[in-house]
Each structure stands twice: as structure tokens, then as C-alpha cells.
């Protein structure tokens, strides 16, 4: 079965930094585009950034551009999400997401959909507030 894991989320301040980080059991996350996805009460579920299965591309939500950063460890086999200057609209459930199938391809532009994603972890809380 294909689990992620997240973690890293948690409590902090606004203008303050949390990293998220992904893995996987029963696969190994090298290969596969790796979403990362945020769903605030009442809200849907957004799309946050994603990082191709080379990591020669990344994507970005207009929302987090210039303060999120993903990335890949392949030697962890793990991917990061660091998020810095967090506000509290930043307030969320944080997922991250693997796209096992091909149909979508390897790279990661233009919009970050859900249904391209294959495999999903539980979510890990981020909340952001003084």
C-alpha cells in the first residue's frame, strides 16, 4: 500500500518559519511529482507547490510565491516543504501528495490539481497566530 507521511507542522507565530517534510512507505518518493496541498476549515482544498520527479521544475501558488520553498532529498528520500513570513491565512491542513501515474506526465506547470495526484498522506496541522 502507498502511504505518505508528513511532518513538521505545528504552532507558530505570524512572520515565522515551519518545514514540512514527506515520506513515503512502501515506495520511495525519487521518482513520482510531489504535490503539496492545504485545506483551511471551510475552505477547498488549494493547491501549494509541487516539484517535478527530476526537480529540474518547481510551481508555486500565487498565495506563498517568493516565501515557500520545495524541495527534493533524495539521499532522505524525502521532500521538504520550508515555509517562511507565514501568516495566519497560511492556517491549514497541510498534505502532500505523490503522482503515481503517468497520464499527467513528470513535469509540474501550470495549475496544481489534486486529481493529477495518486497517493496522499494524512495531513499535518500548521497554524499560524500570535
Known amino acids: 500500500q502507498l502511504q505518505l507521511v508528513e511532518s513538521g507542522g505545528g504552532l507558530v507565530q505570524p512572520g515565522g518559519s515551519l518545514r514540512l517534510s514527506c515520506a513515503a512507505s512502501?515506495?520511495?518518493?525519487?521518482?513520482?511529482?510531489i504535490g503539496w496541498f492545504r485545506q483551511a476549515p471551510g475552505k477547498e482544498r488549494e493547491g501549494v507547490s509541487c516539484?517535478?520527479?527530476?526537480?529540474?521544475?518547481?510551481n508555486y501558488a500565487h498565495s506563498v510565491k517568493g516565501r515557500f520553498t520545495i524541495s527534493r532529498d533524495n539521499a532522505k528520500r524525502t521532500v521538504s516543504l520550508q515555509m517562511n513570513s507565514l501568516e495566519p491565512e497560511d492556517t491549514a491542513v497541510y498534505y502532500c501528495?505523490?503522482?503515481?501515474?503517468?497520464?499527467?506526465?513528470?513535469?509540474?506547470?501550470?495549475?496544481?490539481?489534486?486529481?493529477?495526484?495518486?497517493?496522499w498522506g494524512q495531513g499535518t496541522q500548521v497554524t499560524v497566530s500570535a
Open positions: 501528495a505523490a503522482r503515481i501515474r503517468d497520464t499527467y506526465g513528470t513535469s509540474c506547470y501550470g495549475a496544481i490539481l489534486g486529481y493529477e495526484y495518486d497517493a
Open positions: 512502501g515506495f520511495t518518493l525519487d521518482s513520482y511529482v
Open positions: 516539484i517535478s520527479s527530476s526537480s529540474d521544475n518547481t
